[in-house]
């Protein structure tokens, strides 16, 4: 008998064709739609350019950026304090592709209509391969309007903070071709509670803007300690201000800058965050003194912008994964996506997917639009709806689609399980699901106008019995201030429901929008997959399934 007869004990079938080298933004025709429907037809070369890198080469490259994460070295093999972090090389070249293709820069350098839509969509592609790098990414573009508040101190940093060449080298800012830009603004005692900061900032020569101080103080959050420069607050005398605080000094030596420790993180791993102390580290005041929340606040809306961004693409990447997979995969011996239980998921997960990238693409049309007074207040309340609704749909949406694929969605050779890990960072950063909806009430009440301009966006239901009935709820809520941060939660999300009802109401795919409708205003059940009966659940998923050929 042959021992070797019975070596092979099966053979590999019924498995599911490799995603690998798909252009995402190929394979993604709600991005196409939408990313056009609000003015950003003009970069589709560069999407396309953009899509092939993201699903091949910079794909790859995120498994390995998260494979080898970041490393602190304190100190040289000589004893002296050099504060660096090293990364994989891999995460240099998804930082490198990212600044080569604009999405830090590409809204400040040619601010055309559609250029924030654009550059939304650059970003969804590329958090799909890796959101990690995105922190230093979204920091250095969101840092532009602060700092030009300071023409002095802009005149020095903005060439090397929009320019196209990434440039890791530690280095003084005059030696460097590129900037990254970083933010420190939390402590311990306070987290999102910047008030209760500690730091103090002690001038220099002559105290105000544009002028040189020492900073004495702790930062329990520093995200992407290797940026050539921070925005961050201390208090002076007349309080709390805000800071530009570089690496380096003026003569060249290290600033006082030291980084405690990086943070062991749930997810972001190729992203460094850190603890750091300033021990006398010079900076530079940005903005009024004792008006620094309202000088970085512009900075913190757009990075809460980009959490959007973020959350929407790791959604759309998930239900990538699930609708492809399920377009092979066969059980029983019939594929997955045309057994009825599974349509119903997959539809229900597209849908989930295409109302969180409207709201974001709509939220870029507004910034684009930001002369024009009713886009400025709809940017301003939305931010906070949108970070709140799409940030805290994202990780049960990416556990659901993790479920199509059966065991195969927990295991680490799938994106699956990083982009679970990755989720609930954004509804955490920049401040979490109860300082957004707070937000939106402050905005609300405080404000002249929010609260007229976010009725004017949702008009009178667009035809929808459904809508309409829905938007005269919010009103009636709205109208009713009694315990109304008790219910803060509640109204946030009735508002993020009607604006991306509207949105795909207004785009004219009945298909999509009446399932939407159907569902999120209808009779609904509690977790995905609980469409009701008169959805085209086919055409549905069909709309988001990624085609190869």
Same mark, same amino acid.
């Given at each position: 008998?042959?021992?070797?007869?019975n070596?092979?004990?099966?053979?590999?079938?019924?498995q599911?064709p490799?995603?690998?080298?798909?252009?995402?933004y190929?394979v993604?025709?709600?991005?196409?739609e939408?990313?056009?429907?609000f003015g950003?037809?003009?970069?589709?070369?560069?999407?396309?350019?953009?899509?092939?890198l993201t699903?091949?080469?910079?794909?790859a490259?995120g498994f390995?950026?998260?494979?080898q994460?970041?490393?602190?070295?304190?100190?040289?093999?000589?004893?002296?304090?050099?504060?660096?972090?090293?990364?994989?090389?891999?995460y240099?070249e998804?930082m490198?592709?990212?600044i080569?293709?604009?999405?830090p820069?590409?809204?400040? =350098?040619?601010?055309?209509?559609?250029?924030?839509?654009?550059r939304?969509s650059?970003? #969804?592609?590329?958090?799909?391969?890796?959101?990690? %790098?995105?922190?230093?990414l979204?920091?250095t573009?969101?840092?532009?309007p602060? =700092?030009k508040l300071?023409p002095? =101190?802009?005149?020095?940093?903005?060439?090397?903070i929009?320019s196209?060449?990434?440039d890791?080298?530690?280095?003084p800012?005059?030696q460097?071709?590129?900037a990254?830009?970083?933010?420190?603004?939390?402590?311990?005692q306070g987290?999102?509670?910047?008030?209760?900061?500690?730091?103090?900032a002690?001038p220099?020569?002559?105290?105000?803007p544009?002028?040189? #101080?020492?900073?004495?103080?702790h930062?329990?959050?520093?995200?992407?300690?290797?940026c050539?420069?921070?925005?961050?607050?201390?208090y002076?005398?007349?309080?709390?201000s805000?800071?530009? $605080?570089?690496r380096h000094?003026?003569d060249?030596?290290?600033n006082?800058?030291y =980084?405690q420790?990086?943070k062991?993180k749930l997810?972001?791993?190729?992203?460094?965050?850190?603890e750091?102390e300033?021990?006398?580290?010079?900076a530079?005041m940005?903005?009024?003194?004792?008006r620094?929340?309202?000088?970085?606040?512009?900075m913190?809306?757009?990075?809460?912008?980009d959490?959007?961004?973020g %959350?929407?693409?790791?959604?759309?990447?998930?239900?990538?994964?699930?609708?492809?997979h399920?377009? #092979?995969?066969?059980?029983?011996?019939?594929?997955l996506a045309?057994?009825?239980?599974?349509?119903?998921?997959?539809?229900?997960?597209?849908?989930?997917?295409?109302?969180a990238?409207?709201?974001?693409?709509?939220?870029?049309?507004a910034?684009?639009?930001a002369?024009?007074?009713?886009?400025?207040?709809?940017?301003?309340?939305?931010t906070?709806?949108?970070?709140?609704?799409?940030?805290?749909?994202?990780?049960?949406m990416?556990?659901?689609?993790?479920?199509?694929?059966?065991?195969?969605?927990?295991?680490?050779?799938?994106?699956l399980?990083?982009? #679970?890990?990755?989720?609930?960072?954004?509804?955490?950063?920049e401040g979490?699901?109860?300082?957004?909806?707070l937000?939106?009430?402050?905005?609300?009440?405080?404000?002249?106008?929010?609260?007229?301009?976010?009725?004017?966006e949702?008009?009178?239901?667009?035809?929808d019995?459904?809508?309409?009935?829905?938007?005269?709820?919010?009103q009636?809520?709205?109208?009713?201030t009694?315990?109304?941060?008790?219910?803060?939660?509640?109204?946030?999300?009735?508002?993020?429901i009607? $604006?991306?009802?509207?949105?795909?109401?207004e785009?004219?795919? %009945?298909?999509v929008?009446?399932?939407?409708?159907?569902?999120?205003l209808?009779?609904?059940g509690?977790?995905?997959?609980?469409?009701?009966?008169?959805?085209?659940?086919p055409?549905l998923?069909?709309? %988001?399934?990624p085609?190869?050929?």
């Amino acid at each position: 008998m042959n021992p070797n007869l019975n070596a092979e004990t099966h053979e590999v079938f019924n498995q599911v064709p490799p995603l690998d080298g798909a252009n995402l933004y190929r394979v993604d025709l709600p991005l196409q739609e939408w990313n056009r429907r609000f003015g950003g037809a003009w970069a589709e070369d560069r999407l396309h350019s953009y899509g092939a890198l993201t699903g091949g080469p910079l794909m790859a490259a995120g498994f390995l950026a998260n494979e080898q994460k970041p490393v602190f070295k304190s100190h040289d093999r000589y004893g002296h304090r050099i504060d660096l972090v090293e990364f994989h090389p891999a995460y240099h070249e998804l930082m490198g592709a990212a600044i080569k293709h604009g999405l830090p820069s590409s809204p400040w =350098i040619d601010p055309r209509s559609g250029a924030h839509v654009a550059r939304a969509s650059l970003s #969804y592609l590329h958090s799909q391969a890796e959101a990690g %790098s995105g922190c230093p990414l979204t920091m250095t573009y969101a840092s532009v309007p602060a =700092i030009k508040l300071q023409p002095d =101190i802009a005149e020095i940093w903005l060439p090397k903070i929009l320019s196209t060449e990434y440039d890791p080298r530690n280095l003084p800012i005059e030696q460097k071709t590129g900037a990254t830009i970083g933010m420190a603004m939390t402590e311990k005692q306070g987290g999102t509670d910047v008030r209760a900061n500690t730091t103090r900032a002690h001038p220099v020569g002559i105290p105000g803007p544009g002028q040189a #101080y020492e900073l004495v103080g702790h930062k329990w959050f520093c995200s992407a300690p290797m940026c050539d420069a921070f925005l961050t607050l201390a208090y002076t005398d007349k309080g709390l201000s805000c800071f530009l $605080l570089p690496r380096h000094r003026p003569d060249g030596s290290r600033n006082e800058f030291y =980084i405690q420790r990086l943070k062991n993180k749930l997810g972001n791993w190729s992203n460094a965050s850190s603890e750091v102390e300033y021990r006398g580290a010079l900076a530079w005041m940005i903005g009024e003194e004792g008006r620094g929340v309202p000088t970085i606040i512009e900075m913190v809306s757009l990075t809460r912008f980009d959490c959007m961004i973020g %959350s929407s693409a790791l959604m759309r990447q998930a239900l990538t994964q699930a609708t492809h997979h399920c377009a #092979y995969r066969k059980v029983g011996g019939r594929v997955l996506a045309e057994q009825p239980l599974m349509q119903n998921v997959l539809a229900d997960l597209a849908l989930e997917s295409e109302a969180a990238l409207a709201l974001t693409l709509r939220m870029g049309k507004a910034l684009d639009n930001a002369h024009d007074e009713q886009e400025e207040k709809f940017a301003r309340l939305v931010t906070a709806i949108g970070k709140y609704w799409i940030c805290k749909r994202a990780p049960a949406m990416i556990n659901e689609a993790q479920e199509c694929l059966g065991g195969a969605g927990y295991v680490e050779e799938t994106i699956l399980p990083r982009l #679970y890990r990755e989720a609930p960072v954004n509804s955490i950063w920049e401040g979490s699901g109860n300082v957004q909806c707070l937000d939106v009430l402050r905005a609300l009440s405080k404000e002249p106008g929010v609260l007229e301009a976010l009725f004017t966006e949702l008009g009178d239901g667009h035809g929808d019995a459904r809508l309409k009935a829905h938007i005269g709820k919010v009103q009636a809520a709205f109208r009713d201030t009694d315990d109304i941060q008790f219910r803060a939660r509640q109204l946030t999300e009735d508002v993020a429901i009607a $604006l991306q009802a509207k949105l795909l109401l207004e785009a004219g795919n %009945s298909t999509v929008s009446d399932a939407f409708l159907a569902s999120r205003l209808g009779d609904g059940g509690r977790v995905y997959g609980t469409l009701p009966r008169s959805v085209d659940a086919p055409a549905l998923v069909a709309r %988001s399934t990624p085609h190869l050929a």
